[in-house]
Structure formats: structure tokens, C-alpha cells
């Protein structure tokens, strides 16, 4: 399928042994592209607080900076791992994300940007004729430099990355197989990269069908659950002149309802001041984390309570399953 990334093998559900370990604190990473920087600034918080983490789950930006920690362990690690990355001209472009920047409104949401963007005639043509304005090769290797290839499973922290499939609407938690190709999944915003295909399924960004996994957190096995929100907050407008106007603005109500009601079950909800960071700026890593870090160093009486509540809190694996796992 031209167009698409194709993987070998997705395995969906977790091993035996898995369900049967004692999680008690579990974080959920929401999406929000660069202004996801700010969850490692939140980590980096309660590490330093000796918080333990049992359990994370991310959509997008937040399954992989969730992701990367799980495998890494520590917050060091993972940031270096970053630094290098963005740091390596051979596979990352920021050129063609700051003419996003450039073109549009930083206090927007990002479809309703990604709408302005193609509207204004910016890639049109690659958007109308590709699956994607990111090239499949281009996305393959940035991932390939970003994370390791390894399998979810031999994790140092459990982790679950959730995805959409596109072909049936079903939001899907990938807890085992490739870290690469489910964080490739989790992150691949419709129209910008690629989606991918694994067996009858096509998978795409986790955010169009939960922006914060709250839920599947505690399907994780989580008692406590910490989330992590990013995306900005609607702002009232009256400026709807156009069609396509009314279009975004009734898919950003859609989603930022979406959005409300899935961290209504966290114990407790962090959202960093990152409005001043635009989604497409990934240059501005350390003013994102900075800000991640201010927000939870200034919410850490609370998070001590959560953490308290989860360390003498009796676990108990819930038996509702609020996504579909399966095994390919």
C-alpha cells in the first residue's frame, strides 16, 4: 500500500506474568506534539521526589516521551537520548515545521492549523496527491534514530501505547512488540505522517480516539492515576467567516469534549503553561520540559497525596476492560 508504513508484527495484549505484578501508580501522557516535551519536566519531578511510576500509558507526543522513559528508566537518560536526536541534522528537519509555525496561529489548536495550513495552498499539492505530507522513508527514519528497537515488554516500566485504527474507529493499547512501530502508530497525526498497517489494520494517531488514557491506565493495572494534559483549552471565538472555519472549530469542540471527559477518572490532572509554545516548535524542547517542571514542582503536595493513596492503596486488577486487547 503506497503510502502507508507497513510492520511485520503487533502484539496487543500482556504476557501472563505481566497481569499478575502489583502496579499501584500509573501515568497518562496526553498528546500535544512539541508542548509534549513539558511530560518529561513532570518526570523529572517525581523522580527527583523518589515517586515511584509502575505503570505508563501515552497517546502520540505522550506515548513517546512515555515510551523512551519506560525503556530508559530514568529521566537523564531519556533527556540525553533527545538532546541527541534533535541534535541530528541527517534525520531531523525542523525546516519544514517552522513554516507551520510561521504560517499559522500559535494559540489554535492543531487541526484547526493544520486546516489553515492546507487551506493557504502550504504543501496542497502533497497533501492532495500523498497519504501524508511527511514521506513514509522520511518518517521511517527519523524513528529508526529516536527509538530503539526493542520490544515493549522488556520495558523497565510497564507501558502501553494507544492507537486508532482507522479502518473499524476501535482505540487499540499496544503493551507488547515493537516500542518503534507502536510509538510510529500512536504518533502518526493524520495527513502528516503516515499511518501504519499491520495486518488488516491501518493505525494512526491515539489522540482521535483518547486524548489522555486515563482509562486504559487503570486497565494497566494502575490504582492511582496521574494525568499529564498538554493540549491547549479552547478559547471563545465568534470568528467563523468561512465553511471550513465552522469545520475545524466544531472538530475542536468534538475533541476538547473528548478530551474533558476522559481525565475525569485521574486522581489527579497536571496541566502545564506551555499556551506560549506553538505544537509544531519542537526547537523549544527545553522550554516545554521547563514548563512540565514548574507544574508539577508547583502541584507536588498533591502528587505526594496521590502517592501516598497509591502506596497503602489494596490493588485490585480491574476485570472491566475498557479497550479491546488482542494478540496477531
Keep these: 500500500m503506497s503510502g502507508l508504513v507497513a510492520c511485520s508484527k503487533l502484539i496487543f495484549n500482556l504476557r501472563e506474568e505481566d497481569t499478575l505484578r502489583p502496579f499501584r501508580m500509573g501515568l497518562a501522557l496526553g498528546g500535544g506534539a512539541a508542548r509534549g516535551y513539558a511530560h518529561l519536566g513532570i518526570l523529572k519531578t517525581l523522580e527527583s521526589n523518589n515517586i515511584p511510576i509502575d505503570c505508563i500509558t501515552g497517546t502520540s507526543m505522550g506515548a513517546v516521551m512515555g515510551g523512551l522513559y519506560a525503556w530508559f528508566g530514568s529521566v537523564r537518560e531519556t533527556?540525553?537520548?533527545?538532546?541527541?536526536?534533535?541534535?541530528?541534522?541527517?534525520?531531523?528537519?525542523?525546516?519544514?515545521?517552522?513554516?507551520?509555525?510561521?504560517?499559522?496561529?500559535?494559540?489554535?489548536?492543531?487541526?484547526?492549523?493544520?486546516?489553515?495550513?492546507?487551506?493557504?495552498?502550504?504543501?496542497?499539492?502533497?497533501?492532495?496527491?500523498?497519504?501524508?505530507?511527511?514521506?513514509?522513508?522520511?518518517?521511517?527514519?527519523?524513528?529508526?534514530?529516536?527509538?530503539?528497537?526493542?520490544?515493549?515488554?522488556?520495558?523497565?516500566?510497564?507501558?502501553?501505547?494507544?492507537?486508532?485504527?482507522?479502518?473499524?474507529?476501535?482505540?487499540?493499547?499496544?503493551?507488547?512488540?515493537?516500542?518503534?512501530?507502536?510509538?510510529?502508530?500512536?504518533?502518526?497525526?493524520?495527513?502528516?505522517?503516515?499511518?501504519?498497517?499491520?495486518?488488516?489494520?491501518?493505525?494512526?494517531?491515539?489522540?482521535?480516539?483518547?486524548?489522555?488514557?486515563?482509562?486504559?491506565?487503570?486497565?494497566?493495572?494502575?490504582?492511582?492515576?496521574?494525568?499529564?494534559?498538554?493540549?491547549?483549552?479552547?478559547?471563545?471565538?465568534?470568528?467563523?467567516?468561512?465553511?471550513?472555519?465552522?469545520?475545524?472549530?466544531?472538530?475542536?469542540?468534538?475533541?476538547?469534549?473528548?478530551?474533558?471527559?476522559?481525565?475525569?477518572?485521574?486522581?489527579?490532572?497536571?496541566?502545564p503553561e506551555v499556551s506560549d509554545i506553538h505544537w509544531a516548535d519542537f526547537s523549544r524542547f527545553d522550554d516545554s520540559m521547563d514548563a512540565g517542571f514548574a507544574c508539577a514542582e508547583e502541584n507536588l503536595e498533591e502528587i505526594m497525596k496521590v502517592a501516598a493513596r497509591a502506596k497503602w492503596q489494596r490493588w485490585i486488577k480491574s476485570k472491566k476492560k475498557f479497550i479491546r486487547e488482542i494478540t496477531l
Design 79 to 271: 533527556v540525553d537520548h533527545m538532546r541527541r536526536f534533535l541534535s541530528n541534522s541527517k534525520v531531523v528537519n525542523l525546516a519544514v515545521y517552522q513554516r507551520i509555525v510561521e504560517s499559522e496561529n500559535k494559540k489554535a489548536n492543531i487541526v484547526d492549523n493544520l486546516t489553515a495550513f492546507i487551506r493557504k495552498g502550504i504543501l496542497y499539492g502533497k497533501a492532495m496527491t500523498s497519504k501524508s505530507v511527511v514521506d513514509p522513508e522520511i518518517f521511517n527514519e527519523a524513528f529508526q534514530a529516536l527509538v530503539p528497537d526493542v520490544d515493549i515488554r522488556d520495558s523497565q516500566i510497564p507501558f502501553g501505547a494507544i492507537a486508532s485504527n482507522l479502518v473499524t474507529g476501535e482505540e487499540l493499547m499496544i503493551t507488547g512488540g515493537s516500542l518503534r512501530t507502536a510509538l510510529m502508530a500512536s504518533s502518526a497525526i493524520p495527513g502528516i505522517y503516515p499511518p501504519v498497517v499491520s495486518g488488516e489494520m491501518i493505525l494512526i494517531d491515539g489522540g482521535w480516539t483518547n486524548k489522555i488514557p486515563v482509562d486504559p491506565c487503570f486497565q494497566l493495572g494502575a490504582a492511582q492515576v496521574i494525568a499529564c494534559c498538554v493540549s491547549r483549552e479552547m478559547e471563545d471565538t465568534r470568528d467563523f467567516d468561512k465553511a471550513m472555519e465552522i469545520i475545524a472549530r466544531s472538530n475542536a469542540v468534538s475533541t476538547n469534549r473528548l478530551g474533558e471527559l476522559q481525565k475525569r477518572g485521574a486522581s489527579l490532572v497536571l496541566e
